[in-house]
C-alpha cells in the first residue's frame, strides 16, 4: 500500500445541511442496502480508508462495542470502504460485528466522491463521519485525518443533539 | 466551511473527572494525573500494564494514575468478567491487587481463574457469584459510557490531566508527556 497523503478534503466534503445524496450498495453477494430504507431514523455514516488496516480496525471495533449507545439514540451505523463484499464479509467476521459494511467498489469510490470524501491519490476514502437525520439530511459531517482514529464522541453528540431537537418538536 | 467542521468536534477531554468514584494510586491532589481507560484481555493494554509501573515508580507522589474499565467484549470475551472481578475485588478493598493479578495473566481468564485469583487474594468466595450475577456490570458499564463520551479511541486510551494523550504508550514517551507542564 501506498503511504497515505497529506491531502484532505476538508473543503468538499459534504455540510450539515445538505441532503445525503442517495445509494444503494452490496453489504454481502446477494444483498444490497440503500440509504433511503433508514428514512424515520438516523444513520450515521462511516467512511473509513480500508478493511485490516490497524487504526481502522481499532475504530470499527470501538463503534461494533459501542452499538448499544448508537441504537439507544435510535441510530442505524453503517459502515463504508472501497473494499470488496468478500472482503467485508471476512473482515466483518473475524471481527464479529453486528452492523453493516458498504462496499463502495463498482464503480470504485462513487459513493465517497459523491459526499466529498474520496481520496483520489490513495484510491480510498476519506476517515470520515456524517450523522444523517430521519428525513435524510446530513446534521454532521466530520473529517479526520486518516491516521488518527476519531473515536464516537462526536458523533454520540450530533445524535444526542438531533434527539434534543426532535423532543422539542 | 473548513474551520465550522473543524470546530465542531470537541477536543478530546474526559468527560467524568478523576474523583471519588474511581480507584486511583497516588494522591488524589498529585499535580500529575494518569487516567487510563483498559480492557484486562486487550494484549495492547497488557503492553501497557508494566509501561505505567514504570512511570509510577518513576513519579512516585507526584502521580495520581486512574484505572477505569473498557472492555471490548465482541473481540474479547473474557473482558467483561475480568472487569467485573476487579470491581469485586475493590468492594473487599483489593481492587489494584487484582488489577495486577488479571494484567499477569491475561491468557488465563476464565470464570475458573478468576475464583482462584480471589482465593489467593484472601478475598471472599462469594466474589465470583457477585461476578457472575452481574452485580459489578452497571458500574463497568458507567466507565465504559464514560469512555465513549470522552473521547476514547480504543484500548488501552490515557488522558493525562484530563487531555487525551495520541503519542505512544512508551515509557520514555509518556514520561515526557507527563512532566512537560511539571518540570522536576
Same mark, same amino acid.
Given at each position: 500500500?501506498?503511504?497515505?497523503?497529506?491531502?484532505?478534503?476538508?473543503?468538499?466534503?459534504?455540510?450539515?445541511?445538505?441532503?445525503?445524496?442517495?445509494?444503494?450498495?452490496?453489504?454481502?453477494?446477494?444483498?444490497?442496502?440503500?440509504?433511503?430504507?433508514?428514512?424515520?431514523?438516523?444513520?450515521?455514516?462511516?467512511?473509513?480508508?480500508?478493511?485490516?488496516?490497524?487504526?481502522?480496525?481499532?475504530?470499527?471495533?470501538?463503534?461494533?462495542?459501542?452499538?448499544?449507545?448508537?441504537?439507544?439514540?435510535?441510530?442505524?451505523?453503517?459502515?463504508?470502504?472501497?473494499?470488496?463484499?468478500?472482503?467485508?464479509?471476512?473482515?466483518?467476521?473475524?471481527?464479529?460485528?453486528?452492523?453493516?459494511?458498504?462496499?463502495?467498489?463498482?464503480?470504485?469510490?462513487?459513493?465517497?466522491?459523491?459526499?466529498?470524501?474520496?481520496?483520489?491519490?490513495?484510491?480510498?476514502?476519506?476517515?470520515?463521519?456524517?450523522?444523517?437525520?430521519?428525513?435524510?439530511?446530513?446534521?454532521?459531517?466530520?473529517?479526520?485525518?486518516?491516521?488518527?482514529?476519531?473515536?464516537?464522541?462526536?458523533?454520540?453528540?450530533?445524535?444526542?443533539?438531533?434527539?434534543?431537537?426532535?423532543?422539542?418538536? | 466551511?473548513?474551520?465550522?467542521?473543524?470546530?465542531?468536534?470537541?477536543?478530546?477531554?474526559?468527560?467524568?473527572?478523576?474523583?471519588?468514584?474511581?480507584?486511583?494510586?497516588?494522591?488524589?491532589?498529585?499535580?500529575?494525573?494518569?487516567?487510563?481507560?483498559?480492557?484486562?484481555?486487550?494484549?495492547?493494554?497488557?503492553?501497557?500494564?508494566?509501561?505505567?509501573?514504570?512511570?509510577?515508580?518513576?513519579?512516585?507522589?507526584?502521580?495520581?494514575?486512574?484505572?477505569?474499565?473498557?472492555? *471490548?467484549? /465482541?473481540?474479547?470475551?473474557?473482558?467483561? +468478567? $475480568? =472487569?467485573?472481578?476487579? !470491581?469485586?475485588?475493590?468492594?473487599?478493598?483489593?481492587?489494584?491487587?487484582?488489577?495486577?493479578?488479571?494484567?499477569?495473566?491475561?491468557?488465563?481468564?476464565?470464570?475458573?481463574?478468576?475464583?482462584?485469583?480471589?482465593?489467593?487474594?484472601?478475598?471472599?468466595?462469594? *466474589?465470583? /457469584?457477585?461476578?457472575?450475577?452481574?452485580? +459489578? $456490570? =452497571?458500574?463497568?458499564? !458507567?466507565?465504559?459510557?464514560?469512555?465513549?463520551?470522552?473521547?476514547?479511541?480504543?484500548?488501552?486510551?490515557?488522558?493525562?490531566?484530563?487531555?487525551?494523550?495520541?503519542?505512544?504508550?512508551?515509557?520514555?514517551?509518556?514520561?515526557?508527556?507527563?512532566?512537560?507542564?511539571?518540570?522536576?
Amino acid at each position: 500500500m501506498t503511504k497515505p497523503t497529506s491531502q484532505n478534503n476538508n473543503d468538499t466534503v459534504l455540510p450539515a445541511g445538505t441532503p445525503a445524496p442517495e445509494f444503494s450498495l452490496h453489504t454481502t453477494p446477494d444483498q444490497t442496502v440503500k440509504l433511503s430504507k433508514f428514512r424515520r431514523q438516523p444513520v450515521v455514516l462511516a467512511f473509513y480508508p480500508a478493511d485490516w488496516s490497524p487504526v481502522c480496525g481499532d475504530q470499527i471495533t470501538l463503534y461494533n462495542e459501542l452499538l448499544s449507545e448508537f441504537q439507544n439514540l435510535g441510530a442505524q451505523l453503517l459502515g463504508i470502504s472501497v473494499d470488496g463484499v468478500w472482503c467485508h464479509s471476512a473482515f466483518s467476521q473475524n471481527r464479529k460485528l453486528r452492523f453493516p459494511l458498504l462496499a463502495d467498489f463498482e464503480p470504485k469510490g462513487a459513493v465517497a466522491r459523491l459526499y466529498g470524501v474520496y481520496r483520489e491519490n490513495d484510491g480510498t476514502s476519506e476517515r470520515a463521519l456524517f450523522v444523517i437525520d430521519a428525513d435524510g439530511v446530513i446534521r454532521w459531517s466530520y473529517v479526520s485525518p486518516v491516521a488518527v482514529n476519531p473515536g464516537a464522541e462526536g458523533i454520540l453528540s450530533a445524535l444526542e443533539e438531533l434527539q434534543h431537537k426532535v423532543e422539542a418538536k | 466551511m473548513k474551520s465550522e467542521i473543524a470546530s465542531s468536534i470537541p477536543k478530546s477531554k474526559l468527560t467524568l473527572p478523576i474523583g471519588g468514584r474511581d480507584h486511583i494510586h497516588g494522591p488524589i491532589d498529585a499535580p500529575i494525573a494518569l487516567q487510563e481507560y483498559g480492557d484486562y484481555e486487550c494484549p495492547y493494554c497488557g503492553d501497557a500494564y508494566p509501561v505505567v509501573k514504570a512511570i509510577q515508580e518513576r513519579l512516585g507522589d507526584r502521580l495520581c494514575f486512574a484505572f477505569r474499565n473498557c472492555p *471490548l467484549v /465482541n473481540a474479547h470475551p473474557h473482558a467483561e +468478567h $475480568a =472487569a467485573e472481578a476487579a !470491581e469485586a475485588a475493590g468492594t473487599q478493598g483489593k481492587f489494584w491487587e487484582m488489577h495486577d493479578k488479571l494484567f499477569e495473566n491475561q491468557t488465563a481468564l476464565e470464570d475458573e481463574n478468576l475464583a482462584q485469583y480471589a482465593a489467593d487474594l484472601g478475598l471472599d468466595a462469594r *466474589l465470583i /457469584n457477585e461476578v457472575v450475577a452481574g452485580a +459489578h $456490570a =452497571a458500574r463497568v458499564q !458507567e466507565d465504559f459510557r464514560s469512555g465513549a463520551r470522552g473521547g476514547v479511541n480504543g484500548t488501552p486510551t490515557f488522558f493525562i490531566n484530563g487531555v487525551r494523550y495520541d503519542g505512544a504508550p512508551d515509557v520514555d514517551a509518556l514520561l515526557t508527556a507527563l512532566t512537560q507542564r511539571h518540570p522536576h
